[in-house]
């Protein structure tokens, strides 16, 4: 992009579609968006390799091969620039796939206007300068650690400070990235409880939702294992079901496995298996491994978890009875093994040994849009012998599918009863409570502020922690949720200022904030927070946590 100018490229056979195209973009000469064009594959292949250009208009039909072709060709010859599918089906299939092969947007040419078309290329331009930016942040810190890890060999001294700084570097990075998240799933939330009842819509909803919870969890894993690494997880074990455990994990699974068209099959023990585990990490454990299956298979594959008791004997080696009743003395560990088998791309054999370390890939892995950091599998491990199980990977190569199998000692006698699972109200929670929303991401307070007044709360928003002081005098709120990275005054002290004031000492304050270690915690209870939530914040739990203040206010 030259003085604000952008190239546009469209690759389209269709002489009549391109002047339609240009007509579209020419009706505003302040937009600046210069087209150009190329009618066939060969020629638009040609282009995208050359790199010219800032963002490329790609049709569906071009003749020698379509434009999911091209997207994928682009990609792999490393196509930095967005790439907006063009077709004349409005076919959600079609635009699922176009998402999967790489595209930045997908139009339905009968539905385009200047403004929708203008709209498409300048977002998808936004969100790749977005990308590059975290991209170079994440660059630099990277750049910044390998200069720290090289000074390790001075000695210890320099080992503690790579650590300090890369735990600092893991929640700056979850911080950064939690905070763009809280109005996205505030506003899933308007959506979902206000919405035009409309297919598409819905649709639409459900897939931002599905991918902030994605990485929601991507960002929760790389804080486990940075806990995990510093011996401050802790795991809050009590006996149950394994059922329990895998149906948490199918439940949370299921929209990325249907999406994918894969086929699930479940099969568990007839009776209850109980395993004393922290129900929450072994869910993990589950979702994790059904997310790869998920990710790393073609559509339309096939995924497969099993459950069967296993025993072994004093020398180790399995066995399996048929009657528990059977056993004998020199039976003496009992074990439950869960397998989750696919049918999608492999794993070297070579790449097995080293398949669990941090950051661990496998190539073929790299190619797919759906890549994660490769921190999954490490943290399975580390939660599985937590639990004092083990976990294998193995795969017949390349194409030839994968397995993961977790051992997990159970519990042969309950020894207390396990609680009854919580149901809860499915109503819609509601309260009337005066509250104060205090950010200075004024898209994160606004959704959050309207989610709550659809509640039936009255709501005042402050966007510095001096306003936050100021609302909290005049307003006199009975709750107040406030970010702690606050300009002219950060949260810890304007809530030290509220908590000092006369107006109301039944105030509860809650920190929302995308600073969640245990340090973070400890900072904001000193500080006088009641609670300390972690963006994005679950709306469910909201609403649950605002229904039992509602209960107790006087």
Known sequence: MDNGTVRVLLIEDDPDDYYLTRELLGDDPENKIVLEWVSDFDAGLEAITRGEHDAFLVD?????????????????????????????????????????????????????????????IRYALQ???????????????????????????????????????????????????????????NAVEI?????????????????????????????????????????????????????????????????????????LTVTLPPGPVIVDADLTRLAQVFLNLLNNAAKYTERGGRIELVASVEWRVAS????????????H????????????TDTGIGIPADKLPTLFEMFSQVEEALSRSQGGLGIGLCLVKRLVEM??????????????????VVRLPIVVEQTYPRQASDDGDQAQPTSDLRILVVDDNRDAAESLAMLLKMMGNNVHTAHDGE?????????????????IGLPKLNGYEACRQMKAQAWDKNMILIAVTGWGQDDDRRKSAAAGFDHHLIKPVDPQALMKLLAKLESVKV
């Open 127 to 185: 969100q790749k300068r977005h990308a590059d930016e975290l991209e170079r942040k994440v660059a630099d810190r990277t750049a910044e650690l390998e200069r720290a890890n090289a000074a390790l060999h001075a000695g210890k001294e320099a080992l503690r400070d790579a650590d300090r700084r890369k735990n600092e570097f893991l929640a700056t990075l979850a911080h950064e990235l939690r905070n763009p998240l809280a109005p996205v799933r």
């Open 191 to 263: 959506l979902r409880m206000k919405g035009p009842d409309i297919p598409e819509l819905h649709w639409a909803r459900d897939i931002i939702d599905r991918q902030t919870q994605a990485m929601t969890r991507l960002i929760d894993d790389l804080m486990d294992i940075s806990r995990i690494n510093q011996g401050k997880l802790e795991l809050k074990r009590e006996q149950v079901e394994l059922a329990n455990i895998v149906q948490g994990a199918i439940e949370t699974s299921r929209p990325l496995i249907e999406s994918m068209g894969h086929e």
């Open 316 to 327: 180790g080696e399995p066995e399996n009875p048929a009657s528990l009743a059977t056993r």
């Open 387 to 404: 639990h004092g199980g083990s976990v294998e990977a193995k795969s017949g190569g390349l194409g030839q599918g994968s397995e993961f």
């Open 60 to 120: 569906y039909r071009l003749g020698k091969g379509d434009g999911l072709k091209l997207l994928r060709e682009g990609l792999r010859l490393g196509c930095k620039a967005p790439m907006i599918l063009l077709t004349g089906q409005g076919d959600r299939d079609l635009a699922l796939q176009a998402l999967d092969a790489g595209a930045s947007d997908f139009l339905v040419k009968g539905k385009i206007d200047a403004a929708v078309l203008e709209r498409s």
């Open 467 to 483: 306003e936050a002081v100021t609302a909290a005098r005049e307003f006199q709120p009975q709750l107040v949720l406030c970010d």
């Open 329 to 340: 003395s020199t039976l003496d560990t009992p074990f439950v093994v869960v397998s989750v």
